[in-house]
């Protein structure tokens, strides 16, 4: 069964410009989280979806971060303008809740490999 | 509000000690789940092991075993004949049972090096 995939891995850009990342859940997971992960620190939730309802984007910066995704399967995180302090790496994962059949893994969260976002 | 603490920033052990990694939780629902995951130098977080609140069961797979304390709330990962691929930064984290709390809140991580 294929992971979390992410892209891009990596991304370079100047303050002030705008960036998007995409990602691909697990096939059939329902729910697919946005975590921001700064240097030294645990990841942070930035956004919740299940299907493509958002279910809880309370620490969204909502002035220059969106996210979406339409049709309940893959998901884009923009960020516009970047701002220097937007460096970190933003790690998508998804889990099966809301899915029929889940069972008792039905809220495991697992992870795709993480864009490394630097903001010069 | 739900937090998770590892007080633990850093540890080196030499191949073949034994480590326990500490993870202590706060939390006001009754029903809720603790996980560890492993964050190797290559970045992807890899799950562990996931535990709900109804469930104090240690548990033991491999050279892994977590031990659940409810009344002390903590929930700790030991590490038995540890080994240089084990060195890794490893997080603890809480979810809740509630729909809009199902996100998971992470501590600071603990740093693991395992020297050959």
């Known amino acids: 069964e294929a992971g979390v995939a992410q892209s891009p891995r990596y991304k370079i850009i100047e303050k002030r410009q705008s960036v998007a990342f995409w990602c691909n859940p697990i096939?059939?997971?329902?729910?697919l989280y946005w975590y921001q992960q700064i240097l030294g620190q645990g990841p942070k939730l930035l956004i919740q979806?299940?299907?493509?309802?958002?279910?809880?984007d309370s620490q969204l910066p909502k002035d220059r971060f969106s996210a979406e995704r339409l049709k309940g399967v893959d998901s884009t995180l923009k960020i516009q303008p970047a701002k220097l302090e937007d460096s970190a790496v933003y790690l998508c994962a998804s889990s099966s809740y809301g899915l029929a059949g889940a069972g008792k893994a039905w809220n495991t969260q697992y992870f795709g490999p993480g864009t490394r976002l630097t903001v010069l | 509000a739900q937090k998770v603490t590892q007080a633990q920033t850093e540890i080196s052990v030499v191949e073949k000690e034994d480590v326990t990694l500490d993870c202590v939780y706060e939390?006001?629902?009754?029903?809720?789940?603790l996980f560890w995951y492993k964050q190797p130098p290559s970045g992807e977080l890899v799950f562990l092991i996931r535990?709900?609140?109804?469930?104090?069961q240690n548990e033991i797979s491999g050279r892994y075993s977590w031990n659940f304390q409810k009344s002390t709330s903590s929930f700790n990962f030991t590490i038995t004949a540890s080994q240089v691929v084990d060195s890794a930064v490893y997080f603890c984290?809480?979810?809740?049972?509630?729909?809009?709390?199902?996100?998971?809140?992470f501590g600071s991580g603990t740093r693991l090096q395992v020297q050959p």
């Open positions: 979806f299940q299907n493509n309802g958002v279910v809880d």
């Open positions: 535990r709900n609140s109804f469930d104090e």
């Open positions: 096939s059939g997971h329902a729910t």
């Open positions: 939390t006001r629902d009754t029903t809720y789940y």
């Open positions: 984290a809480l979810s809740e049972a509630h729909p809009g709390r199902r996100a998971l809140t």
